[in-house]
């Protein structure tokens, strides 16, 4: 268990709705990482936060957003989905502000499905 | 740019021999570099990570990888491979004063009885 939580763990959603994924860090990060995982793209980072505040954006899509909260939970919202977003989430987390040399620790994933 | 390059999506061995699973990074600057493992419906976990100091460095399992500043490679090795050693593997890179981990597109091993 790393200690990062996401929910949901499944979901089933059609094409054009928007779904909100949910993600709580390690007791004591203050960083939180989202990344997409799919057959085809392998694993893409999409946004980190540190502390509230982006501070690092990957290949996310303008339909994705994401934000976290003073309590540092952080969430992932995707809007008019398509298909192609079919994937596995990711959310992860760490000690600081910059990667550098920090252990990223990845939750069990939410995996989403588009039909 | 930054990239990290790893050479095989499969690798297939037996039971008892050599894991070696090949990673090579692009940078300009002095890189941090990890190796996680994926098991099926999991996460990804930290195996090892080189950040400063001795360039051979241990992790769990009997995995160890190798940081070559010349060669820019940190190659992951295990002398006896065990069927739990079946997984995805991905390398991965950070770089000093930089906030994005960069990963590999992973390496699916495969370990035959």
């Known amino acids: 268990d790393s200690g990062v939580t996401q929910t949901p763990k499944h979901l089933i959603t059609a094409t054009g709705q928007r779904v909100t994924l949910r993600c709580s860090p390690r007791?004591?990060?203050?960083?939180v990482y989202w990344y997409q995982q799919s057959l085809d793209q392998g694993l893409q980072f999409l946004i980190q936060?540190?502390?509230?505040?982006?501070?690092a954006k990957g290949n996310i899509l303008e339909r994705f957003s994401a934000q976290q909260f003073p309590d540092l939970h952080s969430e992932l919202n995707l809007s008019s989905l398509e298909l192609g977003d079919s994937a596995l989430y990711f959310c992860?987390?760490?000690?600081?502000?910059?990667?550098?040399?920090?252990?990223?620790?990845f939750g069990e994933g939410s995996w989403l499905t588009v039909v | 740019a930054q990239s990290v390059t790893q050479l095989g999506s499969h690798v297939s061995v037996s039971e008892g021999a050599l894991v070696l699973l090949r990673c090579n990074y692009s940078?300009?600057?002095?890189?941090?570099l990890f190796w996680y493992v994926q098991y099926p419906n999991q996460g990804l976990q930290l195996l090892l990570k080189?950040?400063?100091?001795?360039?051979l460095v241990k992790g769990i399992n009997g995995f160890e990888a190798e940081f070559k500043k010349s060669e820019t490679s940190f190659h992951l090795t295990k002398p006896s491979a065990h069927m739990s050693d079946a997984a995805e593997y991905f390398c991965?890179?950070?770089?000093?004063?930089?906030?994005?981990?960069?990963f590999g597109a992973g390496t699916r091993l495969f370990v035959k009885a």
């Open positions: 992860a987390s760490s000690v600081g502000q910059g990667a550098g040399g920090n252990t990223i620790y």
């Open positions: 007791s004591g990060d203050l960083s």
């Open positions: 936060y540190y502390n509230g505040e982006e501070r």
């Open positions: 940078s300009s600057v002095p890189p941090y």
């Open positions: 080189y950040t400063t100091g001795a360039t």
């Open positions: 991965a890179v950070t770089y000093t004063g930089g906030f994005k981990t960069i």
